[in-house]
């Protein structure tokens, strides 16, 4: 993989070639942050499609408004940067892309006010996430960070320890994947995922000050579920013990993609199997990836 073209700085060079600092206050402090996007490969017009580019660079340059992380490139030219260094790896399969705004190394302390900010870029060849259908999931015991401690809005790397935790303590119980509650105990979001669930017909998914990433993929299943489906969705703080009453649950996100829950806590959701709403919001996800419908193709750019 270190033989692959990342985006550094301004040029696209070998990642063999990438320099960083032990001083760099993203590996001492975590002060960063980042993007997962994703490209689907078309095989039938043998095209790269990138899902959604400018909405996560739009995502990036609000996390380092916040983080006070100044990097000079407009969306224009970080999406121009991402399709340059796609091209350059010649990628024809489905792809994950990661860019990244951190702090070098300009002072030792944990500053956020220093001026050597940073950019770089790298893509690789990412399949199914998880590589399976469907999760066994278990609320974990790591409670989410709140927006006044640690943003969850801003994709800060350090964030991802308190993600890495969840992850490291259910799947060592044997789970899938981990769904974390809030400080006040409501439903949250997975380590890298957001959370629906189905009831009644309706569609609900945790609100976005309930400290959730504003996910992208979740603005794609609401605007599915809405558009395509007909089918209403509430955004509202959900209970621990309402996830074991749904009809459905399901994870959506880059890199999990839409992915339906079948256990949580060891209570079976439904009958078990993924839910009729939760297989038909995963296939209209699919069916939208790769440039193929033309009400969604503004949602893809072509990278050849
Ligand atoms: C904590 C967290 N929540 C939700 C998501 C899903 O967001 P998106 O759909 O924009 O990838 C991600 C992935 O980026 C994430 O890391």
């Given at each position: 993989m270190n033989q692959s073209y990342v985006f550094y700085q301004g040029e696209i060079v070998k990642e063999s070639e990438v320099n960083i600092s032990i001083?760099?206050?993203?590996?001492?402090?975590?002060?960063?942050?980042?993007?997962?996007?994703r490209?689907?490969?078309?095989?039938?017009?043998?095209?790269?499609?990138?899902?959604?580019?400018?909405?996560?660079?739009?995502?990036?340059?609000?996390?380092?408004?916040?983080?006070?992380?100044?990097?000079?490139?407009?969306?224009?030219?970080?999406?121009?940067?991402?399709?340059?260094?796609?091209?350059?790896?010649?990628?024809k399969t489905i792809t994950y892309i990661?860019?990244?705004?951190?702090?070098?190394?300009?002072?030792?302390?944990?500053?956020?006010?220093?001026?050597?900010?940073?950019?770089?870029i790298y893509c690789q060849p990412l399949g199914s996430y998880t590589g399976k259908d469907r999760l066994k999931v278990a609320?974990?015991?790591?409670?989410?960070?709140?927006?006044?401690?640690?943003?969850?809005r801003t994709k800060a790397t350090a964030a991802y320890l308190n993600s890495a935790l969840a992850s490291?303590?259910?799947?060592?119980?044997?789970?899938?994947?981990?769904?974390?509650?809030?400080?006040?105990?409501?439903?949250?979001?997975?380590?890298?995922?957001?959370?629906?669930?189905?009831?009644?017909?309706?569609?609900?998914?945790?609100s976005i000050s309930d400290n959730i990433l504003e996910g992208i993929t979740r603005d794609t299943v609401m605007t599915l579920a809405e558009k395509e489906l007909g089918i209403e969705v509430v955004e509202r703080?959900?209970?621990?013990?309402?996830?074991?009453a749904a009809d459905e649950v399901f994870f959506s996100g880059t890199a999990m993609e839409v992915t339906p829950v079948v256990e949580v806590d060891n209570r079976v959701i439904g009958d078990g199997k993924p839910g009729y709403i939760s297989k038909k919001i995963k296939e209209l996800f699919f069916s939208i990836t790769t440039g193929k419908d033309p009400k969604y193709s503004h949602f893809c750019t072509p990278v050849y």
């Open positions: 001083r760099c206050k993203a590996f001492n402090y975590g002060l960063a942050c980042f993007e997962g996007i490209a689907y490969w078309d095989e039938e017009t043998q095209q790269l499609y990138v899902f959604r580019l400018k909405e996560h660079y739009e995502r990036l340059l609000q996390s380092c408004k916040t983080l006070n992380i100044n990097i000079p490139y407009t969306i224009e030219q970080l999406i121009d940067a991402t399709i340059k260094l796609l091209r350059k790896n010649n990628f990661r860019p990244m705004a951190y702090k070098g190394a300009d002072s030792i302390g944990p500053t956020l006010n220093d001026d050597d900010d940073r950019i770089l609320v974990t015991s790591w409670t989410r960070l709140e927006d006044n401690m640690l943003p969850p490291l303590e259910v799947t060592k119980n044997g789970y899938d994947e981990a769904i974390f509650l809030t400080k006040s105990g409501h439903v949250c979001e997975g380590p890298g995922e957001n959370i629906f669930i189905v009831r009644r017909g309706k569609i609900i998914t945790p703080s959900i209970s621990r013990t309402e996830l074991y």
